[in-house]
């Protein structure tokens, strides 16, 4: 799941598109904080993956990375709503705050207004069969956010209790078609050290890409939630301390699972690219 998150940056604005422009200024001084340590397994791959992945969390802010991957860092700035993605291999960044996330809405809704255009003067049987292609994934560019056919989202209460990493928690099921799709285990916010401060740092990171997915085409109710990789993160009932990305055939194709939660002073520089790097924009922006 974090593993997940932490590219989800790179999922949205692929770097094909982004185009180098000017360079970081991060702040520095260090504040009270939390750090959250998380051990991920991919049992699908052989042998077994382990990532290691560190939170830390502080003033709202929330700083995501994985130990190994090329990825970097992602960033959530939760005093000017910002959410950045930075390379450290390339040594860039992207930033992406609520005015260019209008505007890339605007450029997609654009995207699919034109389509649908196109789709609307063809022959009632073409316009069919590109449609049933479009929805399967079958046409290559022809994607558009909201337009294949996503899973019904229903996530359930098992009413079960268990301990898992010294934490009482609440079990819940998250079905997908009606398939049972991912298993978690959820401890009480109170329970968590700092979990005032993750919760509502978590909370506006969850915000945050609510209101740009709802800006999308079709992107509504269950589909905004399917699509926004930190809606799991933002569970009223507390924080995941252990999930299970379960296989058609119910078996564990993935874990993960808090390994440490502990108070610690962070640098303010966490929350912001590292000097020197260089910012890439979207074309256009």
Not at 129 to 154: F, K, N, T, V
Request: aromatic content about 6%; cysteine-free.
């Amino acid at each position: 799941m974090v593993r997940m998150s932490t590219r989800v940056a790179t999922l949205l604005l692929p770097a094909t598109l982004l185009a180098p422009a000017v360079l970081a200024a991060p702040v520095s001084a260090q504040t009270a904080g939390v750090v959250v340590e998380l051990t991920s397994i991919d049992y699908r791959e052989s042998p077994e993956r382990t990532d290691l992945s560190r939170l830390q969390i502080a003033d709202g802010n929330v700083a995501m990375e994985v130990d190994g991957e090329a990825t970097g860092t992602m960033i959530f700035r939760g005093e000017d709503r910002t959410m950045i993605a930075v390379d450290h291999e390339r040594q860039t960044y992207i930033e992406i705050d609520e005015e260019t996330l209008a505007g890339l809405a605007a450029q997609m809704n654009a995207a699919m207004a034109q389509m649908e255009q196109m789709l609307a003067n063809m022959p009632a049987e073409q316009r069919a069969m590109i449609e049933r292609m479009r929805e399967q994934g079958g046409m290559p560019g022809m994607e558009m956010p909201g337009m294949a056919s996503l899973p019904e989202i229903d996530i359930r209460d098992t009413g079960r209790s268990e301990t898992q990493g010294g934490y009482a928690t609440q079990v819940w099921e998250v079905y997908e078609d009606g398939t049972l799709a991912r298993r978690v285990w959820i401890a009480p916010w109170s329970e968590i050290e700092g979990g005032a401060e993750a919760r509502e740092a978590m909370a506006g990171m969850v915000e945050f890409f609510d209101s740009f997915l709802e800006s999308l085409p079709q992107m509504s109710g269950n589909d905004s939630m399917m699509r926004n990789p930190f809606r799991y993160l933002d569970l009223d009932e507390g924080m995941p301390v252990l999930t299970h990305e379960l296989g058609e055939d119910g078996s564990v194709e993935e874990e993960s699972s808090v390994t440490s939660v502990a108070r610690q002073p962070i640098a303010g520089s966490t929350f912001a690219p590292p000097e020197g790097y260089s910012r890439q924009d979207l074309p256009g922006g």
